[in-house]
């Protein structure tokens, strides 16, 4: 129960001291997530600037018509012409031309195509069919470089760019084959003018040959008797060389060299063998020297000195059996022990013989290798002496063969250049030739007008997007609801006189009734079935409903800038508050720029008003008025308008005035100034129980929209929603439905507006177009 009622102290100035409010009173902030775009929402945009896209797109098809009619059908001829790859091989280097055959065929093409686009042959054209006079090229015949036919050190002639400008070259792909293409209005000039131009490239090209064949003959000339100097000279020299060195005697040169190194090798052999012959024998003779002579193979396998051991051995074996039979001193064992020791001398004769034939054997094979190394020393410094010869022969003879192979070649290229010389052939031909066209390629009236179209009706779309976004005013409930938080009370739409409704009820000229005249403003009061009264109607239910128990008594109505629509809304609110029945009374607390007694049709005299009773001068009775026509709503004036307004709304006066008309009235809506125009708003808002921020769709910049709910809160007024006033007419329905308050605890709207009455109109005018000074819708 604590949390339920709160005990506020009032101003010091009041009588009261105290003033007791329920919590339901002070509602909690609402969060409202913005609305996501739809397509729907661009499609609305579209049509609120139907009339920019409609008027961009007139003009751009409009101009392109126009253009498009007054210029001059221009024909286009076409020729094909096809271009092989030359043959440049009139110098005899090979290589150079395999390569340009297999890399070069796209550049060669290429250049082709620059050669018929250039200035030298659309002069030579423009020459020989004396165009230099037809202004379609722009023609200066008085031009030096037409007139001498270069273009060396001379202007560019305007009637080259002119010829040019209708030219066009164009490679077929995958083929050899170029289309050319020109240009005009004269469909028989343009056939003559494309025919002469591939003749005349034609032409040049075979001149171009010509003269290279020519030149080609002549350097080939002048370098065949240059060269057949140098033939002459390289073979005399090799001759000489020859005789001189005695190369001559063998006959052929390679013969020679084969001999001498044939030599070499089989000396290096023999040597080579000498050598371990002669090694082979030292072994024997050193290892006979050794003293196991029996074990050397030449004494070892000696069938004599075999034939010697066998008879050694049957006298050793008789020797001893004359021994044991006959003793030593026998005549016969003497005999035989001589011929014992006889034999053992012939033995050692023998070996001896052998060891010294070894030896003469080791020196004869070491000899000879003496002998074959000399030779070979002598062998080598001959093939090294017929090598160096052999190599400057080589060169001679490699010079002499060359000059004559090249005087052989050039010889023949030369026979070759003469013979091209005296043909006349090209590389290019004409395949198709340029005929005369029939229709002319442009221009393509129904195209153009279709781009035109397509292009005004993409560039006024996007037009009217860039002004939508360049738009930083508040137009919708999403924009009021993200940039503050706070919820649309009511939706007003704009209107118009034109309506039927409005001009069969005669608004707009202030028809007097009674006495009193019927201003439009109060459309809640004359015009009950509209939309725009069931805008009002809906905001009083908001108002209502938005805390069931204890609705706001006290209400501000204010707006961040002048024309907005505060005043109208705070009139038509007072009337449909006073129309449940209950006492209303409107206060017109703008002492600025008072409209509440012009708008209620109080008289137009200087009048006692809340100004006169702020200031002491009057009392709360006097300065009240009740309305002629409408019941239970009285108004307050603004009476003579101040020097200082703030300072008066500051006084304690304002605060007594409130709390009496508290006790006497059921609603009290009060007319503010614009808060971001004047502070008065911002005193106002501190004496009430809450505060309407009226917003004008599309006038209101966001920024001094989200100031003034700044200021507001800072003062820590209670902001009861936004009303967002003259609406355009494109808005969707369902931004005029009634939208309640969400903490309603419980109670749910008691007035439904998604359908208008029968009888209403659609759209009706808040207020008439004369009225120049006063806040409007």
Same mark, same amino acid.
């Given at each position: /129960?604590?949390?339920?009622?709160?005990?506020?102290?009032?101003?010091?100035?009041?009588?009261?001291?105290?003033?007791?409010?329920?919590?339901?009173?002070?509602?909690?902030?609402?969060?409202?997530?913005?609305?996501?775009?739809?397509?729907?929402?661009?499609?609305?945009?579209?049509?609120?600037?139907?009339?920019?896209?409609?008027?961009?797109?007139?003009?751009?098809?409009?101009?392109?018509?126009?253009?498009?009619?007054?210029?001059?059908?221009?024909?286009?001829?076409?020729?094909?012409?096809?271009?092989?790859?030359?043959?440049?091989?009139?110098?005899?280097?090979?290589?150079?031309?395999?390569?340009?055959?297999?890399?070069?065929?796209?550049?060669?093409?290429?250049?082709?195509?620059?050669?018929?686009?250039?200035?030298?042959?659309?002069?030579?054209?423009?020459?020989?069919?004396?165009?230099?006079?037809?202004?379609?090229?722009?023609?200066? *015949?008085?031009?030096?470089?037409?007139?001498?036919?270069?273009?060396?050190?001379?202007?560019?002639?305007?009637?080259?760019?002119?010829?040019?400008?209708?030219?066009?070259?164009?490679?077929?792909?995958?083929?050899?084959?170029?289309?050319?293409?020109?240009?005009?209005?004269?469909?028989?000039?343009?056939?003559?003018?494309?025919?002469?131009?591939?003749?005349?490239?034609?032409?040049?090209?075979?001149?171009?040959?010509?003269?290279?064949?020519?030149?080609?003959?002549?350097?080939?000339?002048?370098?065949?008797?240059?060269?057949?100097?140098?033939?002459?000279?390289?073979?005399?020299?090799?001759?000489?060389?020859?005789?001189?060195?005695?190369?001559?005697?063998?006959?052929?040169?390679?013969?020679?060299?084969?001999?001498?190194?044939?030599?070499?090798?089989?000396?290096?052999?023999?040597?080579?063998?000498?050598?371990?012959?002669?090694?082979?024998?030292?072994?024997?003779?050193?290892?006979?020297?050794?003293?196991?002579?029996?074990?050397?193979?030449?004494?070892?396998?000696?069938?004599?000195?075999?034939?010697?051991?066998?008879?050694?051995?049957?006298?050793?074996?008789?020797?001893?059996?004359?021994?044991?039979?006959?003793?030593?001193?026998?005549?016969?064992?003497?005999?035989?022990?001589?011929?014992?020791?006889? /034999?053992?001398?012939?033995?050692?004769?023998?070996?001896?013989?052998?060891?010294?034939?070894?030896?003469?054997?080791?020196?004869?094979?070491?000899?000879?290798?003496?002998?074959?190394?000399?030779?070979?020393?002598?062998?080598?410094?001959?093939?090294?002496?017929?090598?160096?010869?052999?190599?400057?022969?080589?060169?001679?003879?490699?010079?002499?063969?060359?000059?004559?192979?090249?005087?052989?070649?050039?010889?023949?290229?030369?026979?070759?250049?003469?013979?091209?010389?005296?043909?006349?052939?090209?590389?290019?031909?004409?395949?198709?030739?340029?005929?005369?066209?029939?229709?002319?390629?442009?221009?393509?009236?129904?195209?153009?007008?279709?781009?035109?179209?397509?292009?005004?009706?993409?560039?006024?779309?996007?037009?009217?997007?860039?002004?939508?976004?360049?738009?930083?005013?508040?137009?919708?409930?999403?924009?009021?609801?993200?940039?503050?938080?706070?919820?649309?009370?009511?939706?007003?739409?704009?209107?118009?006189?034109?309506?039927?409704?409005?001009?069969?009820?005669?608004?707009?000229?202030?028809?007097?009734?009674?006495?009193?005249?019927?201003?439009?403003?109060?459309?809640?009061?004359?015009?009950?079935?509209?939309?725009?009264?069931?805008?009002?109607?809906?905001?009083?239910?908001?108002?209502?409903?938005?805390?069931?128990?204890?609705?706001?008594?006290?209400?501000?109505?204010?707006?961040?800038?002048?024309?907005?629509?505060?005043?109208?809304?705070?009139?038509?609110?007072?009337?449909?508050?006073?129309?449940?029945?209950?006492?209303?009374?409107?206060?017109?607390?703008?002492?600025?720029?008072? *409209?509440?007694?012009?708008?209620?049709?109080?008289?137009?005299?200087?009048?006692?008003?809340?100004?006169?009773?702020?200031?002491?001068?009057?009392?709360?009775?006097?300065?009240?008025?009740?309305?002629?026509?409408?019941?239970?709503?009285?108004?307050?004036?603004?009476?003579?308008?101040?020097?200082?307004?703030?300072?008066?709304?500051?006084?304690?006066?304002?605060?007594?005035?409130?709390?009496?008309?508290?006790?006497?009235?059921?609603?009290?809506?009060?007319?503010?100034?614009?808060?971001?125009?004047?502070?008065?708003?911002?005193?106002?808002?501190?004496?009430?129980?809450?505060?309407?921020?009226?917003?004008?769709?599309?006038?209101?910049?966001?920024?001094?929209?989200?100031?003034?709910?700044?200021?507001?809160?800072?003062?820590?007024?209670?902001?009861?929603?936004?009303?967002?006033?003259?609406?355009?007419?494109?808005?969707?329905?369902?931004?005029?439905?009634?939208?309640?308050?969400?903490?309603?605890?419980?109670?749910?709207?008691?007035?439904?507006?998604?359908?208008?009455?029968?009888?209403?109109?659609?759209?009706?005018?808040?207020?008439?177009?004369?009225?120049?000074?006063?806040?409007?819708?």
């Amino acid at each position: /129960m604590a949390d339920e009622t709160k005990i506020v102290a009032r101003d010091p100035g009041s009588n009261e001291t105290v003033e007791i409010v329920h919590a339901s009173s002070r509602i909690p902030t609402i969060d409202l997530s913005p609305r996501e775009p739809h397509l729907y929402d661009y499609l609305l945009i579209l049509r609120k600037h139907q009339w920019l896209i409609l008027t961009f797109l007139v003009a751009v098809v409009t101009i392109v018509s126009i253009a498009t009619f007054r210029m001059k059908p221009v024909y286009v001829t076409s020729a094909k012409i096809e271009i092989e790859r030359e043959n440049t091989s009139i110098l005899p280097f090979q290589g150079a031309n395999s390569y340009d055959y297999e890399l070069d065929l796209e550049n060669y093409i290429g250049t082709q195509s620059r050669i018929l686009t250039s200035e030298t042959m659309a002069l030579e054209t423009i020459r020989n069919m004396g165009l230099s006079a037809n202004p379609e090229f722009a023609g200066d *015949g008085g031009s030096d470089a037409i007139a001498t036919g270069t273009l060396k050190n001379q202007k560019l002639p305007s009637a080259i760019g002119g010829f040019l400008g209708g030219l066009s070259v164009k490679r077929i792909p995958n083929t050899s084959l170029m289309e050319v293409s020109f240009e005009s209005t004269d469909p028989q000039l343009a056939a003559r003018v494309l025919n002469a131009h591939l003749d005349n490239y034609i032409e040049q090209n075979y001149k171009s040959h010509y003269e290279a064949s020519e030149a080609a003959t002549k350097w080939l000339q002048s370098e065949l008797d240059e060269l057949s100097v140098r033939v002459r000279r390289s073979e005399d020299a090799r001759i000489a060389y020859e005789r001189n060195n005695q190369i001559w005697l063998v006959g052929d040169t390679s013969d020679k060299g084969n001999v001498t190194t044939a030599r070499l090798v089989d000396l290096n052999k023999e040597l080579t063998d000498a050598q371990s012959d002669s090694l082979k024998k030292q072994a024997l003779y050193e290892f006979a020297k050794s003293g196991d002579v029996d074990a050397v193979p030449q004494i070892r396998d000696n069938t004599v000195l075999q034939s010697l051991q066998g008879k050694r051995a049957e006298l050793a074996l008789q020797y001893s059996d004359a021994v044991n039979q006959y003793g030593p001193n026998f005549p016969k064992v003497q005999r035989l022990q001589a011929q014992m020791k006889e /034999m053992d001398e012939q033995m050692l004769r023998e070996r001896k013989g052998i060891i010294a034939q070894l030896e003469s054997d080791y020196r004869e094979a070491k000899q000879h290798q003496d002998l074959l190394s000399r030779a070979l020393d002598e062998q080598k410094a001959e093939v090294n002496v017929m090598s160096e010869k052999m190599i400057q022969y080589n060169i001679l003879k490699r010079e002499a063969e060359g000059n004559k192979a090249l005087y052989d070649s050039l010889e023949t290229k030369l026979k070759e250049a003469q013979i091209s010389t005296g043909l006349k052939s090209s590389n290019i031909r004409i395949v198709d030739p340029a005929m005369v066209p029939s229709t002319p390629a442009r221009p393509a009236k129904t195209r153009n007008i279709a781009l035109a179209f397509l292009v005004g009706l993409v560039g006024g779309i996007g037009l009217a997007l860039l002004r939508e976004y360049l738009d930083n005013t508040v137009k919708t409930p999403d924009d009021v609801e993200t940039l503050a938080r706070l919820p649309s009370l009511a939706v007003v739409p704009a209107f118009g006189p034109e309506l039927p409704s409005a001009k069969r009820l005669g608004l707009f000229k202030t028809v007097s009734t009674n006495g009193h005249e019927k201003r439009v403003e109060l459309v809640a009061q004359h015009l009950p079935k509209s939309q725009t009264s069931e805008a009002f109607r809906a905001l009083r239910t908001a108002m209502v409903l938005s805390r069931p128990d204890h609705p706001p008594q006290v209400i501000l109505v204010s707006s961040a800038l002048p024309r907005e629509g505060k005043t109208t809304v705070a009139a038509n609110l007072a009337v449909t508050l006073a129309q449940l029945g209950d006492k209303t009374i409107l206060v017109d607390a703008d002492l600025r720029k008072p *409209g509440v007694g012009r708008l209620l049709n109080l008289g137009t005299g200087k009048y006692a008003g809340l100004s006169s009773y702020l200031a002491g001068v009057s009392t709360l009775d006097l300065v009240t008025v009740p309305h002629p026509s409408i019941p239970n709503l009285t108004a307050i004036p603004t009476g003579p308008l101040p020097p200082n307004p703030a300072d008066l709304l500051s006084s304690h006066k304002l605060a007594e005035t409130i709390a009496e008309l508290r006790a006497k009235y059921k609603f009290v809506v009060i007319d503010s100034p614009p808060i971001m125009a004047a502070t008065d708003a911002v005193i106002l808002s501190v004496q009430a129980d809450g505060v309407l921020l009226v917003v004008r769709s599309g006038e209101t910049p966001k920024a001094a929209f989200t100031r003034t709910c700044d200021l507001l809160t800072s003062v820590k007024c209670h902001l009861l929603g936004v009303v967002l006033n003259a609406v355009d007419s494109s808005a969707p329905d369902y931004y005029y439905s009634y939208r309640y308050y969400p903490y309603s605890y419980g109670y749910g709207p008691q007035e439904t507006l998604e359908t208008p009455h029968e009888d209403s109109p659609t759209r009706v005018p808040v207020f008439p177009a004369d009225l120049d000074d006063s806040d409007k819708l």
